[in-house]
């Protein structure tokens, strides 16, 4: 059986021959179908990228009918149980996991870049105090790119790795400070005999503890959110890192956009809006009404769907068995209750069954998030930290690929014919 697809265009009676790889044909390969010699050639139309695969990319596996995720090979589930953040992070960036010393040096290089200058700080005092985090997490990124002007190299392996790993080591730095900045509380400097969690609760919530020891339960939970969120193959966020970078712009700015698109509702914020959603609904008793709102489509059940799992997302189904940890630790958080309900009802009703819509990463992460004592803004946040290792590695896939180029998709053009501009006293 031959690897090919034959297409019959009905407007000539032509047929054509293409190559199928990897259960692909390629986009360009239709260009040679025209009904004339002049004719620009057939286009594939696919808005928001429901059906076409933008790279080819051998960093994360998502099967999302059988709700399979795995970076470099290695499932989710293994890496929370065993692994931690940063050596998750290494994992993708270098494609196999490290050994001792390698895991040591690589550890040592982030904690030794977790210091932002002095200059960050007075760039923080232009915000009013509540001013979003995110918001403020988009302009650090790019205004670190004005820092560190030798990062527009972006051909130069050593200086790509340097940067990849000033970026890893400086988010929870960044946001930490985005935080105190809000509450006016004093910033807290990045304590390296701390781990990479450890750190950024102590950046968060250190008072006057002249040692502030993050609690190991909460700390470890932390890492393992770390983990579940690093990477997820070509979402809005990746794609626009993807995106910006393939104009080669530097990695602090090609980060600001993914940042800027993880920053909304439907994609980061989406943690952010779970618990607004719970906290409108109030108790358990509204559910049914809510549901049936859903279902009329006068709003979203927030948490959630998604566009390539079909199934339980098993990033999902790894939170809500480390909220019980984080639980026995903080108290249980009064919105678990609601959500608990909302997604027993959501789950055996008809509506969302036929959709295929299941809980996503971001139902139940905001309840731990909010536990731990972390205020609803800081939440897409707290996905971004993490999310950085997956950017950075996609990006140095991009621009490694020698397939790839500037990304440029094409358009369908639906608008006037040529016509002559109107003076505006005949208008
Ligand atoms: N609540 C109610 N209905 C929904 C939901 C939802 N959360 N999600 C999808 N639907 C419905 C749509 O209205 C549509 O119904 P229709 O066929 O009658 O028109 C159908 O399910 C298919 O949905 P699409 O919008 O086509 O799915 P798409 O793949 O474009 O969207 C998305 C995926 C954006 C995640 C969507 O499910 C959503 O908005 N969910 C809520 C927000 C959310 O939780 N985002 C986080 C995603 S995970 C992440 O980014 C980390």
Not at 138 to 143: C, N, P, R, S
Request: a neutral charge.
């Amino acid at each position: 059986m031959a690897d090919t697809l034959t297409i019959t265009d009905n407007r000539t009676g032509k047929t054509y021959d293409l190559p199928i790889a990897d259960g692909a044909i390629r986009a360009a390969d239709l260009r040679q179908i025209k009904v004339a010699a002049d004719d620009f050639g057939l286009m594939s139309y696919d808005p928001a990228f429901m059906n076409t695969a933008s790279c080819r990319s051998a960093i994360t596996y998502l099967d999302g009918d059988a709700g399979i995720l795995r970076y470099r090979g290695y499932p989710i589930e293994q890496l929370a149980e065993q692994s931690t953040y940063l050596e998750v992070a290494y994992l993708l960036m270098h494609g196999e996991l490290p050994n001792a010393t390698q895991l040591a040096g690589w550890q040592h290089s982030v904690t030794t870049h977790t210091f932002v200058h002095e200059f960050l700080k007075r760039a923080l005092e232009g915000y009013r105090y509540d001013a979003h985090p995110m918001g403020r997490l988009v302009a650090f990124l790019a205004t670190l790119s004005t820092f560190y002007t030798d990062a527009k190299d972006i051909r130069d392996p050593d200086i790509r790795k340097q940067h990849a790993v000033r970026i890893i080591a400086k988010m929870p730095t960044i946001a930490a400070w985005a935080y105190r900045h809000s509450l006016g509380r004093p910033y807290v400097y990045p304590d390296n005999s701390l781990s990479y969690p450890g750190n950024f609760l102590a950046m968060m919530f250190q008072i006057a503890e002249p040692n502030y020891k993050p609690n190991p339960v909460l700390e470890r939970a932390l890492d393992v959110l770390f983990i579940l969120h690093a990477d997820h193959e070509q979402n809005c966020s990746t794609s626009a890192a993807r995106g910006v970078g393939s104009a080669e712009s530097d990695p602090y700015v090609s980060l600001a956009a993914a940042s800027a698109a993880l920053y909304g509702p439907l994609h980061g914020g989406a943690n952010e809006a779970v618990l607004r959603m719970l906290r409108k609904i109030g108790n358990v008793k509204a559910i049914p009404a809510f549901i049936e709102s859903v279902k009329k489509g006068e709003g979203k059940l927030m948490g959630f769907g998604h566009r390539v799992y079909k199934n339980y997302d098993p990033r999902a189904k790894v939170i809500k068995k480390l909220a019980d940890d984080v639980f026995e630790v903080t108290g249980k958080n009064p919105l678990l209750e609601i959500a608990l309900e909302l997604e027993k009802i959501a789950l055996s009703d008809d509506y969302f069954i036929k959709r295929k819509l299941y809980p996503n990463v971001d139902f139940y992460s905001g309840l731990i998030y909010q536990a731990m004592g972390f205020p609803m803004e800081m939440f897409p946040v707290l996905f971004a930290i993490p999310r950085a290792s997956g950017w950075l590695s996609q990006w140095m896939e991009m621009l490694d690929d020698p397939e790839q180029k500037i990304s440029r998709p094409r358009q369908i053009y639906t608008g006037s014919d040529a016509r002559d501009y109107v003076p505006m006293s005949k208008r």
